[in-house]
């Protein structure tokens, strides 16, 4: 896109956030210059990227001449505000905060507990391989239930978590999904999040998201 603003997105390939941000420029048909901050390599700690973000954690955002954006529920609107096509958030408040407050179950509430952060400091605290993980099939387990319970039962869920359309809160609840597979993580019972996650991942913009397909992941 020639006329778009110049972004530059710090990433790494298996992240929940940034697949968030991925998703929506794909959405929006944005594109971002990756600068990859290795997680792994404990870059996110490092002098460069804490004058980016002091907590960090990736994603960050920036658009040439503006400072950084970070945390991708606000870059999210920020790209919704700025890109306003397609939104991802309905028209109505009253939607606009059920998709809002289905995000927040997901983003706020379910992935900081399983951020590589927290698995350091609870390894330092005796955490092993089999705690760590009987940890992450907790919390994973706790919010994708809740927000099960959620979709099934209120009217306003449609083929996708709010209505006919994709918002805010599928690309949440795909970002712990992608996750929950990346960590080989099984939660059983979730009919309604199967059927909307088969539906956002026949489209391109969660495809192309993939964090197996990005730079970095894998081979094979
Ligand atoms: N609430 C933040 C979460 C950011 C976050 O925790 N990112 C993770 C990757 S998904 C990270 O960079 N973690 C680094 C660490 O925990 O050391 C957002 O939505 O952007």
């Excluded at 870059?43 to 040439?64: C, H, M, S, T, Y």
């Excluded at 945390?71 to 958030?89: G, H, K, M, R, V």
């Amino acid at each position: 896109m020639a006329d778009q603003p110049h972004f530059e997105l710090f990433a790494f390939w298996r992240t929940s956030a940034t697949y968030r941000v991925r998703v929506a420029m794909n959405l929006k048909g944005l594109i971002a210059h990756e600068r990859i901050v290795n997680l792994e390599a404990g870059e996110q700690r490092g002098e460069a990227f804490l004058k980016i973000n002091p907590l960090g954690a990736i994603p960050a955002l920036v658009e040439d001449g503006f400072p950084p954006i970070t945390q991708s529920l606000a870059i999210l609107e920020f790209l919704d505000e700025t890109a306003p096509s397609p939104p991802l958030l309905p028209p109505d408040p009253h939607g606009r905060a059920r998709v809002r407050s289905i995000a927040a179950m997901l983003a706020a509430d379910t992935h900081p507990l399983i951020t590589p952060r927290v698995r350091r400091y609870l390894t330092a605290q005796g955490f092993d391989d089999a705690a760590w993980r009987a940890w992450q099939t907790q919390w994973f387990s706790t919010g994708l239930l809740a927000v099960e319970q959620r979709l099934a039962s209120e009217s306003a869920t449609g083929v996708y978590c709010h209505g006919d359309a994709v918002t805010t809160a599928d690309v949440l609840l795909m970002s712990i999904v992608v996750m929950t597979r990346i960590f080989k993580i099984d939660v059983p019972g979730v009919p309604t999040i199967d059927r909307i996650v088969a539906r956002c991942e026949a489209q391109e913009a969660f495809i192309k998201a993939d964090p197996m397909r990005q730079d970095g992941a894998p081979q094979g």
